[in-house]
């Protein structure tokens, strides 16, 4: 299955959001995340929210779901 996701309407705050509030990163977030980190247009307060949520799933603060 696969994911298109038009990166002028994603907002990676929300996503953050998101993920923070369920505890966990779904397949759903994970193709987003990929996709923004793909399209290399990333500010540098994009890449620290991106590199924060990593870390978390690293420490065990997030979990991820299938």
Not at 19 to 33: C, D, E, M, P
């Amino acid at each position: 299955m696969q994911f298109f996701v038009n990166i002028s309407q994603f907002n990676l705050v929300d996503l953050c959001f998101q993920v923070w509030k369920t505890g966990s990163i779904n397949q759903a977030h994970r193709q987003q995340l990929r996709s923004a980190l793909l399209a290399e247009s990333l500010s540098e307060y994009d890449q620290i929210i991106i590199n924060r949520m990593l870390y978390a799933v690293r420490r065990g603060w997030l979990k991820v779901v299938s």
